[in-house]
């Protein structure tokens, strides 16, 4: 599978790992719909990218949920049809669950979850239509396993699992492919976007995730994982290791990650 003449939806497009998709991919004569909740800075990436006149931008706010219908029609009249949904947008969370105001558990749910499972819905019936396409998620490696002070955030993702494996399960039938991306520590904003105990934003960076893999690095093996239609792939440092742990000895990836010190 190559991406030359695919049109790919990415959302969370205005920062991170959504724009280091961009960028790369405005390289490989796609065409592109960028989306978040960012109009202006969208644009600023659609100036980034190569090949601008194949870059369109459409904002849209995963909290809004019952809004996918009318952002799907809108994201169809752009280029005609949609090959490829790269669910990237999400918020992290940074808190113990003791502090944690259920109030940010539901914002994690509705953007991280439902808002993905929203769109994904709202597109489906075209996909079915033109029997292909193709639904990438960037899930997380916290969607595999749990750490201390992302409980809002791990709930959101291991619930992304669920709903897409089904979703692979039922419309393989239809030639729809599912690939979930597991990243590990990606050098991006995240945590500083994380949201803490009472809703505000954590505002500094993790050592870990400054420490993690650089956007561009991280991006081309997320590609790679695409084409191939990896059902699941698990991107990053040694932090990879926990998958496997935790499904052969979840004891032990219980007390290494106790061990890690994580904040
Ligand atoms: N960076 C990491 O270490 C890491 C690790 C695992 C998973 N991830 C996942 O990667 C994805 C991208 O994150 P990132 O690291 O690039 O961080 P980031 O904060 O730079 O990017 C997040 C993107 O999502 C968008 N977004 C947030 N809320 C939204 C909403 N309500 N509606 C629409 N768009 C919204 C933001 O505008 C931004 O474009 C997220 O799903 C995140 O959970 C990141």
Redesign the pocket.
């Known amino acids: 599978m190559t991406f030359e003449n695919k049109v790919i939806w990415i959302?969370?497009?205005?920062?991170?790992?959504?724009?280091?998709l961009a960028l790369e991919l405005s390289k490989q004569h796609c065409k592109l719909i960028l989306?978040?909740?960012?109009q202006e800075?969208l644009f600023s990436v659609k100036k980034d990218c190569k090949n601008q006149e194949n870059v369109q931008v459409l904002a849209?706010?995963?909290?809004?949920y019952a809004t996918m219908s009318l952002v799907v029609e809108k994201a169809m009249q752009l280029f005609g049809h949609i090959d490829l949904l790269i669910?990237?947008?999400?918020?992290?969370q940074r808190s113990p669950i003791i502090d944690t105001s259920i109030e940010v558990d539901k914002k994690l749910m509705?953007?991280?979850y439902l808002?993905t499972v929203a769109l994904s819905k709202a597109l489906l019936p075209y996909f079915i239509k033109s029997k292909t396409g193709h639904f990438v998620v960037?899930?997380?490696?916290?969607?595999k396993f749990s750490s201390p002070y992302r409980s809002s955030?791990c709930g959101a993702?291991h619930a992304l699992h669920g709903f897409f494996d089904t979703l692979r399960m039922e419309h393989e039938k239809n030639h729809i492919k599912v690939t979930m991306?597991?990243?590990?520590?990606?050098?991006?904003?995240?945590?500083?976007?994380a949201l803490t105990a009472d809703g505000s934003k954590q505002g500094y960076q993790d050592e870990?995730?400054e420490n993690?893999?650089e956007?561009t690095v991280?991006v081309k093996r997320m590609l790679k994982a695409i084409q191939k239609e990896k059902f699941e792939a698990y991107i990053?440092k040694s932090e990879v290791l926990g998958v496997y742990v935790k499904r052969f000895f979840p004891k032990l990836l219980h007390k290494l990650v106790l061990k890690s010190k994580v904040t």
């Not at 959302?11 to 280091?20: E, L, N, P, Q």
């Not at 849209?60 to 809004?64: N, Q, R, V």
């Not at 669910?87 to 992290?92: D, E, Q």
Request: charged share 10%.
């Open positions: 959302t969370g497009a205005s920062s991170g790992i959504g724009k280091g989306s978040s909740r960012h800075q849209l706010d995963l909290a809004h669910n990237n947008a999400g918020i992290s509705e953007i991280d808002g960037v899930s997380s490696l916290m969607g955030y993702k991306i597991c990243p590990g520590f990606v050098n991006t904003n995240v945590a500083r976007n870990m995730t993690g893999l956007v991280f990053g």
